[in-house]
């Protein structure tokens, strides 16, 4: 494979998975009460049932009372959509677009003290942090994967 190809392939799956990640934000009520099923059957007498359970009442609940908060989902979900389209560039024009890789790799490692730091503050429990801080770590994977296929396409540029 040409390390074209090899980035156009890692950026089009990092693309996908913001777009994935946004469109997801906006149904969290309907989606929260499908996982609520889902993780049902794995048994209703655990700590995962019990948080999700949890997160799905208090989207409920909160929607009912102060619908307003769900649109700060709406913004977050648009900004994984601006993400995904900021990454259009490299995709095109890998070299001259390298900076957004990189920042993309910047964003990735700041999941980590954000889920750290703001979850224990926020209740969140330490498996499901984990879980977010594997966001980061595994969305880094394809962008670094990209990031050294154009350090060599800049380097045959530069020869």
């Not at 009460?33 to 409920?60: I, K, S």
């Not at 769900?70 to 913004?75: H, I, K, P, Q, S």
């Amino acid at each position: 494979m040409t390390d074209l190809r090899r980035i156009r392939l890692c950026l089009a799956i990092f693309i996908g998975g913001l777009v994935l990640s946004g469109l997801t934000a906006f149904p969290l009520v309907t989606e929260s009460g499908l996982l609520v099923e889902l993780v049902a059957h794995l048994g209703t007498d655990n700590a995962l049932f019990r948080w999700v359970w949890e997160v799905h009442q208090g989207l409920v609940e909160t929607g009912i009372v102060y619908p307003f908060l769900a649109y700060g989902t709406d913004w977050l979900a648009l900004a994984h959509l601006l993400f995904a389209a900021l990454f259009v560039g490299p995709y095109r024009e890998p070299v001259r677009n390298k900076w957004v890789i990189e920042f993309g790799l910047l964003a990735c490692a700041g999941e980590l003290p954000l889920a750290l730091i703001a979850g224990p503050i926020r209740g969140i429990p330490f498996w499901w942090r984990m879980g977010d801080c594997s966001f980061g770590i595994i969305g880094a994977i394809p962008l670094l994967i990209a990031l050294r296929a154009v350090s060599r396409l800049e380097s045959h540029a530069q020869s």
